[in-house]
């Protein structure tokens, strides 16, 4: 078992295969703090009431002008941020477990969060330097 790495047993994912996952650094201090042997961190999935009391916690509005959150809504956040950070769409993929990345790119990314804007400007800027340098 190596530190850091989350193992999903087979038998208890929705594909039914195991996964072995990285635990960001901050999820993984809050585990050193816990405490081992303590049992499973989640006993089930959350009701709705006490998703809404999870999400309130940090100041996430339930219901908002983009919409109501829920667990898909929180899946697409993570699959957007790790678009908006550069991150392979084959690791998102991955992280995120699902087997097809048109999914991970269709179903969790917003696009209107990415910076197309940018992402033209460093064709330009490619081919400007081309030209001084050519």
């Known amino acids: 078992m190596v530190e850091g ?3 999903l ?4 994912t929705k594909a039914r295969r195991a996964e072995v996952l990285p635990l960001a650094p901050d ?3 809050v585990l ?6 303590k049992g499973p961190i989640f006993k089930s999935s959350p009701t709705r009431r006490s998703f809404m009391r999870h999400v309130a916690r940090p100041g996430i ?5 983009h919409g109501q959150v829920d667990r898909k809504s929180l899946r697409k956040m993570f699959g957007t941020h790790l678009a908006m950070k550069g991150v392979d769409l084959r ?3 991955r992280l995120m477990r699902h087997c097809d ?4 790119a269709n179903l969790y990314t917003d696009p209107m ?3 197309m804007r940018g992402a033209v400007g460093t064709l330009i800027s490619e081919g400007a330097e081309r030209k001084q340098h050519g």
Do not use: C, F, H, M
Request: proline fraction near 3%; hydrophobic fraction near 30%.
């Open 101 to 104: 990345p048109r999914l991970t």
């Open 61 to 65: 509005e339930y219901n908002s002008r």
């Open 5 to 7: 790495t989350l193992y």
């Open 9 to 12: 047993d087979a038998g208890r």
């Open 32 to 37: 050193r703090i816990r405490g081992k042997g």
């Open 113 to 115: 969060l990415l910076d």
């Open 91 to 93: 690791v998102t993929q």
């Open 27 to 29: 999820v993984l201090e």
